[in-house]
């Protein structure tokens, strides 16, 4: 009864905040894809732009929308979690599991938002609570549920294909689940996970797997061995407590208990420490690797454990605090900080030139995003800046034609505009506010009017 007080309370306290946490750049991006239906995305799969394109069609063009459909993905996910301790131990491990996973800085602070890896972790929980149905039961027909759920997944992120990786490993290593490589049941379940992905393949195929090329230039991108470092330590500690940490590396180094937890712990997070040097690794995407742990934390000595809780609590706190109350918002914002958007169509309708044709621009992809959900216009990005939007059609600007320019951050931007226009006009005014990338300080708009000719840059 406390658990599912506790379950309801949280979910309910993240309601009343999510006013506090504007639309980020990522998920204005991410929603702008589902106004480009395709079989597939460079950065990922799909599913987040069918998310977002069901959220539009129910509800419309809603922040408060997109903000709750992330926090109830987490809700589901902690019931997941609850399920699947309770399969592997008994009720109270499930629940205990379940409360240090909504309370985790990246699933408590960063559950209020809706990208790829929420989705992720959703699918890759519930297929993995689905693997120990079939351990436990050796029914068959919890194969083709896993078939889906794991095709989700992998519709999802590419992250997923570790999972299948990791079940392919334990079934190998453990005498008792060998049986299942001579059943029709497994293999049913993989058609059935690349039916779904097909769509992934057949654009993948189609493009030349750009995704590849996408991926690889980030990990080619110069490394610098220390920060990189640094940073992937820094922040998985951070985001999942030191405790959980250390939890997961003993876990994929030293645990002889349950090979299965091992498995699945050190597919994800091993791949991703190897790359770390090389790659600057964003804090939530070995977050799968973090389940085992997480569903072993109730079997971690009391005081261990109570550490845990009070290490998220703190950095909740105090990230909470900073993010929801004690944000610097520029003076000329507070007090309007949360109605300024809804003011951007009728600004953009004020400053677009009457004559010739206006084209609305970014630089930055969550810039993109920002201005097409709030500004309620069409975008584009110059050519080669962004291969995705390329890939959604080429930028026809002819002269006479006018732009505005949303920039983030690039301050010789002015002086490469002026030459192409006939007027270039910097606004004096911030137009545009969220909680990301610093943007209400850094973000520039540019009236342009009358293109002379030229390379927009």
């Known amino acids: 009864m406390y658990f599912f007080v506790f379950l309801a309370g949280i979910t309910f306290f993240k309601i009343i905040l999510s006013p506090y946490f504007p639309l980020i750049g990522d998920e204005a991006y991410y929603w702008l894809w589902s106004k480009h239906p395709a079989l597939s995305y460079i950065d990922h799969p799909p599913m987040i732009a069918y998310v977002n394109f069901i959220i539009s069609a129910l509800f419309g063009n809603s922040e408060a929308a997109i903000r709750l459909t992330a926090i109830f993905i987490v809700t589901a996910v902690a019931g997941i979690i609850y399920l699947t301790g309770k399969e592997l131990y008994d009720r109270r491990s499930g629940q205990l599991a379940a409360v240090i996973f909504s309370l985790l800085p990246l699933f408590f602070g960063g559950g209020f938002f809706l990208v790829p890896q929420m989705l992720l972790f959703l699918f890759w929980s519930w297929s993995f609570y689905l693997i120990i149905r079939i351990i436990k039961t050796k029914n068959p ?4 549920c896993l078939g889906v759920t794991a095709g989700l997944g992998f519709l999802s992120d590419y992250v997923m294909a570790l999972f299948f990786i990791g079940t392919l490993i334990f079934l190998a290593v453990n005498p008792e689940t060998r049986f299942w490589f001579k059943k029709a049941a497994p293999y049913a379940a993989v058609i059935i996970s690349l039916v779904i992905f097909s769509p992934v393949i057949i654009w993948n195929l189609s493009f030349g797997f750009t995704p590849l ?28 407590t030191p405790v959980i940490f250390l939890a997961t590396i003993f876990m994929v180094l030293r645990e002889k208990k349950s090979k299965m937890l091992k498995i699945y712990s050190a597919v994800v997070f091993l791949p991703f420490l190897l790359i770390s040097p090389i790659m600057n690794v964003g804090g939530h995407w070995p977050a799968a690797a973090y389940l085992p742990a997480i569903l072993n934390s109730p079997r971690l000595k009391k005081a261990v454990f109570a550490l845990a809780i009070f290490l998220a609590l703190i950095v909740n706190g105090l990230g909470l605090g900073y993010y929801a109350f004690f944000y610097p918002t520029p003076v000329e914002l507070q007090g309007r900080e949360f109605t300024i958007n809804k003011n951007l169509p009728q600004y953009i309708k004020g400053v677009t030139p009457g004559a010739g044709k206006t084209y609305y621009l970014g630089n930055d992809l969550g810039i993109l995003g920002l201005v097409a959900f709030h500004g309620h216009v069409p975008v584009n990005m110059a050519p080669r800046r962004l291969r995705q939007v390329d890939l959604w059609g080429k930028l026809e600007i002819r002269r006479g034609d006018n732009v505005i320019y949303f920039a983030l951050n690039e301050t010789p931007l002015l002086e490469k505009l002026k030459p192409l226009f006939i007027k270039v006009k910097l606004e004096p005014q911030k137009r545009l506010f969220n909680k990301d990338a610093d943007l209400p300080n850094k973000l520039q708009i540019f009236i342009c009017e009358t293109f002379r000719g030229g390379n927009l840059p």
């Open 141 to 144: 027909d919890y194969w083709y």
């Open 213 to 240: 090329f996408y991926w690889g230039g980030k990990m080619g991108a110069g490394p610098r061995l220390a920060d990189n470092l640094l940073n992937f330590f820094g922040l998985q500690m951070l985001l999942y």
